[in-house]
């Protein structure tokens, strides 16, 4: 550390990165300079491929640092740390554990007292609607409640920094959107720092601070959008406000600038 790192919570200046594919480099990001504040919510949208889960990636240290600078917290990422979550489209519960099992094996090293955790994981699988499946397993319950589960877990690690990889990406439109009024009372309530990959423009609206749009590949920065929605929010009573849908439609084409035209 020099001492001059820039303010932020998360900061990227300058990260590139290229894959190996065959005996070709493939660039993915070219040169992503960002700064998230401490608490935002912030999504990042853009055509597919164009290195969204790779910045996650990058964040959670699952990929290594080719070049630039990333601070997650004013240290450099690394794996498992445990002030950071992540959250996959495909829920990823452990299919031989419970509903309630599945947080408790999360949090047991963060509260040791099984009374303690015992009301926690109640309390949380109580706000995404779960009350009274705490013993199903993950086979015996639909997509839509286990990703609430892994919702639930993901914010029962209290972490500070949370990363949500399209978490609703395979749920239909009505589900998803309870899904999503239950991440914003889940957020409201501990206020980490959350970056949200999404291709579902409605979506980033609704939860974000800013929307990040990023171009087709090789990934660069396009726009930055404020979402001046007031807070709390709920994604079902947006769907009725016309200041989401107009955001929504400049966000359209924000995005139509990303990937041109269509055809
Ligand atoms: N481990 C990897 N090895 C080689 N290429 C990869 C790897 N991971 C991703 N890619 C390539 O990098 C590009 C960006 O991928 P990704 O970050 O998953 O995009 P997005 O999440 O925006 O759809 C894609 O072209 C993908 O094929
Ligand atoms: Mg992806």
């Known amino acids: 550390m020099t001492g001059r790192e820039p303010d932020g919570d998360i900061v ?15 660039r993915v990001l ?6 998230i ?3 935002e919510f912030v999504s990042l949208v853009g055509p597919s491929g ?25 240290r450099p990422p690394a794996a498992g740390r445990p002030d950071t979550a992540r959250m996959f489209a495909r829920d990823a519960l452990l299919p031989w ?5 599945n947080i408790d094996f999360a949090i047991a090293t963060r509260e040791r007292d099984a009374a303690r955790r015992d009301g926690i994981i109640r309390a949380l699988l109580a706000d995404v609607g779960l009350s009274g499946f705490e013993h199903a397993y993950p086979g015996q319950l ?39 009024d239950q991440l914003l009372r889940l957020w409201e309530r501990v206020r980490s720092t959350v970056v949200l990959v999404s291709h579902d423009l409605a979506e980033a609206v609704a939860l974000s601070d800013r929307v990040i749009v990023m171009s087709a590949r090789p990934g660069r920065i396009i726009a930055d959008m404020r979402i001046d929605l ?27 600038r990303a990937v041109g035209p269509p055809s």
């Open 12 to 26: 990227l200046i300058d990260v590139v990165h290229a894959f190996r594919q065959q005996a070709q480099s493939l």
């Open 30 to 35: 070219d040169g992503l300079s960002l700064t």
């Open 37 to 39: 504040g401490d608490g």
């Open 50 to 74: 164009c290195g969204k889960t790779t910045v996650l990636d990058l964040m959670n240290g699952l990929v290594p640092l080719q070049r630039g600078t990333l601070l997650i917290g004013g």
């Open 97 to 101: 554990r419970t509903a309630y099992a």
């Open 142 to 180: 639909s997509q839509g409640m286990r990703q609430r589960v892994a919702l639930a877990r993901t914010f029962s690690l209290e972490s500070k920094h949370i990363f949500l990889d399209e978490p609703f990406g395979a749920l239909d439109a009505q589900t998803k959107l309870v899904l999503q």
């Open 230 to 256: 007031p807070r709390p929010r709920s994604a079902t009573r947006l769907q009725a406000m016309r200041e989401f849908h107009e955001l929504y439609a400049q966000l359209w084409s924000e995005l139509e």
